[in-house]
Structure formats: C-alpha cells, structure tokens
T-cell receptor, first 111, second 116 residues
Framework: DVKVTQSSRYLVKRTGEKVFLECVQD?????MFWYRQDPGLGLRLIYFSYDVKMKEKGDIPEGYSVSREKKERFSLILESASTNQTSMYLC??????????FGSGTRLTVV | AQKITQTQPGMFVQEKEAVTLDCTYD???????LFWYKQPSSGEMIFLIYQGSYDQQNATEGRYSLNFQKARKSANLVISASQLGDSAMYFCAMREGPKGTYKYIFGTGTRLKVLA
C-alpha cells in the first residue's frame, strides 16, 4: 500500500512563528498536493507539485510556500503563522488518473 | 464559481436502508474523473469509488455505486444497506487538467449519520 506520512498529527504554534509541515510518500509519485480542510468549506488546494523543484499555486496560496527538494518529500511552510491558518492540513500523493492517497492530516492550532 | 457542489450539509439514514448523497459538477473539459472519499471522525480520507467521464457504465464498489448522469453533470453516491460504520463525512471530487498535471477539486462535503 502507498504510504503518505505527515510528520505531526497535532501541532500548536504561536502567531508569527515559522511553521514547517512535512509530508513524505514512499511510492515514487511525481504529484504531491497540500490541502487545508475547514468546516463548511471542504478541502481547498494550497499548493501542488508535479516534480522535484516544481511547484504550482492552488486556490489559496497566500501566506504559504512549499518546498520539493526530493521526490518523496513535499513541505508546506507558513512563513509567519497567523490565527486564520488554524486548520486541518492534508497532504496527498499520486501519479495516476484514478485518485490519490492522503496522509492522516495535521491539525494545526495557531495561538 | 463552484466546480463541485454538494448541497446536503448533513443527512440521516436508518441502518440497513439505502441513501443517496448528491454531487453536481461543472467543467468544460471532455475528459475528467469523479471521485468519492469518506472521512471518518479519525480524519483519514478513504477513497471509495471512481467514475471516468468516458465510462459507459456506472461505477460500483461493493455497497457503493455512483449514479453518473453526464448530461445533468451529476455524480451521486448511493450507499446500499447502510451500516453504523458508514457514519462519516463524504466528499465528492473532480479531477481536472491535462494528463500528468492533474489536480483535484473537492466539494464541501456531506456529513452522514446512520441511525440504529
């Protein structure tokens, strides 16, 4: 089975801190994605990547950046965390047209 | 404009009965894919079923079937013989974009509660 691993299940950070959310997949997938999930808004795409060192903005990239230095790892960076970035963050990975695999999510609270 | 619309924020169904979760979509691409995912309270997203835009038959996976009506741009999920373990959040999603550079757009979800 494809494994997509997110480094933290729960995270509490202070306003203004730089936050790194890590995602690692073990199936040599080219495509990786970061979503945030909020009640009533569903999943919204933040950034995605089709290859190493490539990145594309999703629908809500403001306040975020990403890094893909190795194929298996896709990091989401909050340069200066704010309270409105409190959310569930989901990483996904895939290379075929019939869906992809999600990590178990990171619930981030910014205080 | 919403590309994936799920109009039912919450649904109740009696155990052992069937339930339909609605999903409509909007795209001008001739080639696309439609998906349903289940998210239990634990938070993980579980793939349930997939329908390609060129598939002639409706997709089925065990107790799940996808009622695909292309002209109406709807892709409703039907769960037969509901079980208590089906209580979860359900998301409809659409794959769009050229081959190799896909991205997936999600709806806002429907919370299903199965009653004993």
């Amino acid at each position: 089975d494809v494994k997509v691993t997110q480094s933290s299940r729960y995270l509490v950070k202070r306003t203004g801190e730089k936050v790194f959310l890590e995602c690692v997949q073990d199936m040599d997938h080219e495509n990786m994605f970061w979503y945030r999930q909020d009640p009533g808004l569903g999943l919204r795409l933040i950034y995605f990547s089709y290859d190493v060192k490539m990145k594309e903005k999703g629908d809500i990239p403001e306040g975020y950046s990403v890094s893909r230095e190795k194929k298996e790892r896709f990091s989401l960076i909050l340069e200066s965390a704010s309270t409105n970035q409190t959310s569930m963050y989901l990483c996904a990975s895939g290379h075929s047209e019939d869906g992809y695999t999600f990590g178990s999510g990171t619930r981030l609270t910014v205080v | 404009a919403q590309k994936i619309t799920q109009t039912q924020p919450g649904m109740f169904v009696q155990e052992k009965e069937a339930v339909t979760l609605d999903c409509t979509y909007d795209t001008s691409d001739p080639s696309y894919g439609l998906f349903w995912y289940k998210q239990p309270s634990s938070g993980e997203m579980i793939f349930l079923i997939y329908q390609g835009s060129y598939d002639q038959q409706n997709a089925t996976e065990g107790r799940y079937s996808l009622n695909f009506q292309k002209a109406r741009k709807s892709a409703n999920l039907v769960i037969s013989a509901s079980q208590l373990g089906d209580s979860a959040m359900y998301f409809c999603a659409m794959r769009e974009g050229p081959k190799g550079t896909y991205k997936y757009i999600f709806g806002t979800g429907t919370r299903l509660k199965v009653l004993a």
